[in-house]
């Protein structure tokens, strides 16, 4: 099994949803994050007063899949998630060593489907 | 009567099937109570009644308030001369046994006194109650408990504050928290008893020393019957003595109560606002009762308040000095014969904004009036809002106590005692020019939530209304309607749309209106969000929504977008929809949406109706689309050409029209932020005034194969402009790159003779740059050309790099001189 970690722009997150859940992607889960990359931080200005902005806002999203789903859910969030602007976001793909439902006690993939 | 424990536990055990879930009140906690009392008086004589020993009922089941799961609290008392340790295991291992859960606690008289140390152990003391035993030893050890208490009652209710304080802060409030702690909770069963520890501190009963009025008295007795039903029932559910009223427990206890769905109001949330209206007449309460005693017995005085305006003017006046309000004040203020609806007259309109501009201390008041059922006659609509509970991942409190709170952090902001290191914050407050407009947007901003749905468009009639009768009227008025109406704007589109989309912070723009509108904005989102609970302004949400204020201020800056465009806007969009009378409204708004806002403000409605028909079916991807019609002017032609946007399309199509034999008299070209390009050119005929059927066709077929990539362009056009001469240079080329008048793109403006091919090579230079063309602005005059080009670089981002903006200009200076 893997964790596909995805950071993406947040006004992406439900396109990012609907895309998974389309190709049958049962669970996720979204955290309200701030951080930077090549993007950095920039300084505002409103009305003459400036302000330094350090951590740009973006929604990470974590979903554990089996090994054979792990193309197809990468393929779906990057598709939705991209905008072609800068700040689309990172997205990597790690290994999972043991998954289990917490309610019943399936593990592996069995605690993942249904 | 029960002979032993286990023969209690079977009595207590038929009493919990003798009512129903929801009926076990005060009476049937007083009988739990005596039944105890009986076993333990039966265990006592069987440990031999034993002398100078005494058996005393503390805590709850001291007051005859004994609870299903509750512990049976026991404060064995002897003197040293006894030897205890038998007694007690006499006593309670049968308790033990039988499973019933025990408080003890094992004293001499001399050891009570110490153990009033802790609060804890000197508040259940003074619920002691002898049950069984020494009666002179039990006066003896609680006598001092009680007289140590009156020696200094302020300084005994300053503790009780403190602890109820405390509380608060550990358990939240009983009074407007969705899962509330019945029993420690703000408002819940800890502080109806220290009412009556506070009545213990005083010498004369409480209502003659002036500490609680008879009318609170009631409230309290009545809203500690339900709190006991309404924890009673989570005991007997749970099995447990548990306190809190959680999510999953509310419908099992709303039915046990005899709640029932009602329209607009579901069984659940009918529970809690009774709940809710209790426990803040016991939080209401016990706040002014111990307030009342720290301060030391009443004045005696009497006050007299003459009219409902009288009422908030007395109230101002004590929120502005930060008293509460006194005994004989709130007996005036309910002495007063108020109409339901008040009239509003410039006297109350004066008192009320006084109270909004105190802030906290005036949501405090607000909430007095409340309790003496005198805020919604001044205020109609506060009664539907009143103790509603909400049910999202956000709020934590009811509709009106979220309201009262977000008047507040208004307040607090206007008066700059908010966040001085928010920026943005200090900057909107210096930009307000009417708070009290704000103060009335904040305090009605969700008073829509009526449980009907869509409270925004519903907020807005009842503020409009409400507005209306306190004779709010002119600009104010306007500001506080606006801010009700708009109030989820700036947090819903800050986190849920893309802030680099040039045309929605138009839009937002255009929705705002102006700088000062959106400044009112700001702070209503961030005084609504602080309101609402520590994870509804984390420095995520602030970032985004500072982006986007940011962001449109300065589309009001430059100009781009107002009240004036924005009414031009609306104009041109409504007959718009009028000549697309009859196609499907989704279609006409999905059509709106996606053209850029500079398409519709340039391009005459009329047109933009042709336009329709060939931008809104699917493109393919090396489709061009085009469609001629006659122009402003006689010889004059008007050509749309669609395609899906790529580097060079401008430059191919001007190079297509060029060579075609067409002169280009001025173009426009926008594209949306689909990447559709929808170009815009007024031509002519080079050579003859009437353009054919067969040069469009020459025209399309060269565009259609340069596309696809079947042909080259560049040379046809060098070949074409060799055979005519060059225009006399008289007229020299002039070249202004722009990084400060659009958002999003770099402007390069462009002055050069005219000449055939011009714009196609213009627009290829900016293509060898990999810069794309984002909107183009051209236009002829006696002979020489003016343009201007919003370029973007790869990555749709304005060009920074300074290398790159020179590059650009002696690209251009090179290809346009030689």
Redesign the interface.
Same mark, same amino acid.
Do not use: N
């Given at each position: 099994m893997k964790l596909v970690t995805a950071i993406v722009?947040?006004?992406r997150i439900?396109d990012v949803k609907d895309a998974l859940r389309e190709i049958g992607v049962s669970g996720l889960t979204t955290t309200?994050?701030?951080g930077f990359g090549r993007q950095r931080g920039h300084t505002?200005?409103?009305?003459?007063?400036?302000?330094q902005?350090d951590?740009?806002?973006k929604v990470k999203v974590e979903v554990v899949v089996d090994d054979g789903d792990v193309d197809g859910v990468v393929d779906a969030i990057v598709k939705a998630a991209r905008?072609?602007?800068?700040g689309d976001g990172k997205l990597w793909v790690g290994e999972v060593d043991r998954v289990m439902r917490i309610r019943t006690g399936e593990m592996g993939p069995d605690a993942l489907s249904g | 009567m029960p002979s032993s424990a286990v023969g209690l536990r079977e009595e207590l055990r038929a009493l919990e099937r003798a009512y129903t879930l929801g009926h076990h009140g005060p009476a049937v906690a007083r009988r739990r109570a005596s039944l105890v009392d009986a076993c333990l008086v039966e265990l006592f004589e069987r440990a031999g009644a034993p002398g100078r020993v005494a058996l005393v009922a503390t805590g709850g089941y001291g007051r005859m308030v004994q609870l299903p799961a509750s512990d049976i609290d026991l404060l064995v008392l002897h003197d040293d001369a006894t030897s205890i340790a038998a007694i007690v295991d006499a006593l309670l291992y049968p308790l033990w046994d039988a499973g019933l859960p025990v408080g003890h606690a094992v004293r001499t008289a001399a050891e009570c006194l110490a153990a009033t140390e802790r609060l804890d152990a000197w508040t259940a003391m003074l619920d002691g109650r002898l049950v069984a035993g020494d009666e002179t030893l039990a006066a003896r050890a609680l006598a001092p408990v009680r007289a140590r208490a009156r020696e200094d009652p302020a300084g005994f209710a300053r503790r009780l504050r403190d602890a109820a304080a405390a509380r608060r802060e550990h358990f939240g409030s009983s009074a407007h928290l969705l899962e509330p702690d019945l029993k420690e909770g703000s408002g819940g069963l800890r502080d109806v008893a220290s009412l009556g520890w506070l009545a213990a501190a005083l010498e004369t009963d409480p209502e003659s020393a002036g500490v609680i009025r008879a009318r609170e008295r009631e409230a309290v007795d009545a809203a500690e019957a339900f709190l006991v039903r309404a924890r009673s029932a989570i005991q007997l559910l749970t099995g447990r003595r548990a306190d809190r009223l959680v999510t999953e427990l509310q419908p099992d206890v709303a039915r046990g109560m005899g709640f029932v769905d009602e329209p607009n109001l579901l069984a659940t949330d009918g529970l809690m606002r009774s709940l809710f209206e209790h426990a803040r007449n016991v939080e209401h309460v016990a706040g002014l009762a111990v307030t009342r005693a720290m301060a030391g017995a009443a004045g005696g005085g009497s006050t007299v308040v003459a009219d409902p305006a009288a009422i908030l003017e007395a109230l101002a006046d004590a929120a502005e000095r930060g008293d509460v309000p006194s005994v004989e004040l709130l007996d005036a203020i309910e002495d007063v014969a108020v109409p339901d609806p008040v009239a509003w007259d410039v006297r109350t309109r004066a008192a009320f904004l006084r109270l909004l501009r105190s802030g906290e201390r005036g949501s405090a008041m607000f909430d007095v009036l409340d309790r003496v059922g005198l805020l919604a006659r001044f205020v109609p609509a506060w009664s539907r809002v009143r103790c509603r509970p909400q049910r999202d991942p956000y709020h934590r409190s009811t509709v009106d106590a979220h309201l009262l709170a977000a008047a507040a952090r208004m307040a607090d902001l206007l008066a700059g005692s908010g966040d001085a290191e928010?920026?943005?914050e200090?900057?909107?407050v210096a930009?307000v020019e009417r708070p009290d407009a704000l103060l009335l947007g904040a305090l009605l901003h969700d008073v829509g939530k009526i449980g009907t749905g869509g409270h925004v468009p519903i907020g807005t009639t009842i503020a409009r209304d409400t507005l209306d009768a306190m004779g709010v009227a002119g600009p104010d008025r306007d500001l506080a309607v606006f801010m009700v109406e708009e109030h989820l704007l700036l947090p819903d589109t800050a986190?849920?749309?893309?802030?680099?989309d040039e045309d929605l912070l138009l839009d937002v723009a255009a929705r705002v209106g102006t700088?000062e509108r959106l400044a009112g904005l700001y702070l209503l989102a961030k005084a609504d969000a602080l309101a609402t609970g520590p994870a509804a302004w %984390?420095?995520? @949400?602030e %970032?985004?929504v @500072?982006?986007l204020?940011?962001k449109v201020?300065?589309v009001f800056d430059r100009g781009d977008m107002g009240e004036e465009l924005a009414a031009h806007l609306a104009e041109r969009t409504d007959r718009l929809r009028e000549l697309l009378h009859g196609e499907p409204d989704d279609r006409i708004e999905g059509f709106i949406l996606r053209v850029p806002r500079s398409y519709l403000l340039a391009v005459d409605p009329g047109r933009v109706a042709e336009h329709f028909r060939i931008v809104m079916p699917p493109l393919g991807r090396n489709e061009v689309r085009t469609a001629a019609t006659a122009g402003s002017r006689a010889g004059t032609y008007e050509v749309v050409v669609v395609a899906s946007d790529r580097p060079g399309l401008l430059s191919w199509i001007a190079g297509a029209l060029a060579i075609g034999g067409i002169s280009i008299l001025a173009a426009q070209a926008f594209t949306t932020e689909d990447r559709t390009a929808i170009d815009v050119f007024e031509v002519e005929g080079a050579f003859e005034p009437e353009i054919t059927e067969a040069r469009w066709r020459a025209f399309r077929s060269t565009l259609r194969r340069t596309i696809e990539g079947s042909i080259s362009l560049e040379h046809r056009v060098r070949e074409k402009g060799r055979h005519y001469p060059r225009p006399r240079v008289a007229s020299p080329v002039t070249i202004r790159v722009l990084n400060d008048v659009s958002e999003f793109s770099t402007v390069i403006e462009v002055g050069a003779p005219d000449r055939i091919g011009l714009l196609h090579d213009i627009t290829r230079t900016f293509a060898d740059l990999h810069l794309g063309v984002h909107l183009a602005k051209v236009a002829t005059f006696d002979g020489r050309v003016v343009d201007a080009f919003y370029v973007r670089d790869e990555?749709?981002?304005k060009v920074t790099e300074p290398g790159l903006l020179a590059g650009v200009e002696s690209a251009l200076r090179e290809r346009l001189e030689t």
């Open positions: 722009k947040p006004h439900d309200d994050v701030e505002e200005v409103y009305r003459g007063a400036e302000y902005v951590f740009v806002p905008t072609g602007k800068i | 928010d920026p943005l200090v900057a909107t930009h986190t849920r749309r893309d802030l680099s700088p %984390t420095p995520w @949400r %970032t985004l @500072r982006e204020v940011a201020q300065r990555l749709s981002r």
